[in-house]
């Protein structure tokens, strides 16, 4: 049983539609990291976090340390924010990763 | 450039070969990654290094699987005797110190074994 759990798995939106995608761990991090991959393979680190709430243009990701709970929002979300949306566990050197959320946003 | 680069991108072999990957960090990085994509899977952590050393090597699937940092900047991922389940994207990441912070990732390496 994975120890990060992300929900829903696939997610399709229309242009314009608020999205969020969860995630929940099950032991203590130092941190969590918020990652997209893109259809090409390619991974970008989008936030980390060890508390509270992270926003950067149209993405915000907050954390609650107590519920073990992430989440990950995309306003006004567009086609070109389709791709694989990754959450990962830190605790130490040690990184667990959620099996990622396939978004498609269509025009 | 700038940024974690593997090489080669693509690699077909045929099942029994011995492969080698190769990811350039970031310079000055002293914490390197490996994991290893399946089809449809999310990564999958393989191996940690702090600078020369490997911290955490629990993600290593088995004793065909090695990986070396001799002068803690390029690092190299061994396979040996592969087999078509190591079939996969294996990707690279760096970081400024390692632990929980941010990881800056290659482009991988797509390994086929037929």
């Known amino acids: 049983k994975n120890e990060v759990e992300q929900s829903p798995q696939n997610l399709t939106a229309q242009e314009g539609e608020f999205i969020t995608i969860n995630c929940s761990y099950s032991?203590?991090?130092?941190?969590l990291h918020w990652l997209q991959q893109h259809p090409g393979g390619g991974i970008v680190s989008l936030f980390m976090l060890s508390s509270g709430k992270k926003k950067h243009g149209r993405l915000i990701a907050t954390i609650n340390i107590q519920e073990k709970h992430s989440s990950l929002h995309i306003t006004a979300s567009h086609p070109r924010d389709s791709a694989v949306y990754i959450c990962?566990?830190?605790?130490?050197?040690?990184?667990?990763f959620g099996e990622g959320t396939q978004l498609t946003v269509n025009p | 450039g700038a940024g974690v680069s593997q090489t080669p991108s693509n690699k077909v072999t045929e099942k029994g070969k011995y492969v080698e990957l190769r990811c350039d960090p970031i310079?000055?990085?002293?914490?390197l990654y490996w994991y290893r994509q399946s089809l449809g899977q999310g990564p999958e952590f393989l191996i940690y290094?702090?600078?020369?050393?490997?911290?955490?090597d629990s993600g290593l699937p088995n004793d065909r699987f090695f990986a070396v940092r001799p002068e803690g900047s390029v690092s190299t991922l061994k396979i040996q005797r592969t087999e078509r389940g190591d079939s996969a994207v294996y990707l690279c990441?760096?970081?400024?110190?390692?632990?929980?912070?941010?990881?800056?990732f290659g482009p991988g390496t797509r390994l086929l074994v037929l």
């Open positions: 310079s000055g990085h002293t914490a």
């Open positions: 990441a760096s970081s400024l110190l390692g632990g929980g912070e941010t990881q800056y």
């Open positions: 990962v566990e830190t605790s130490g050197s040690r990184l667990t």
């Open positions: 290094f702090q600078g020369t050393g490997a911290a955490d």
């Open positions: 032991v203590g991090i130092s941190a």
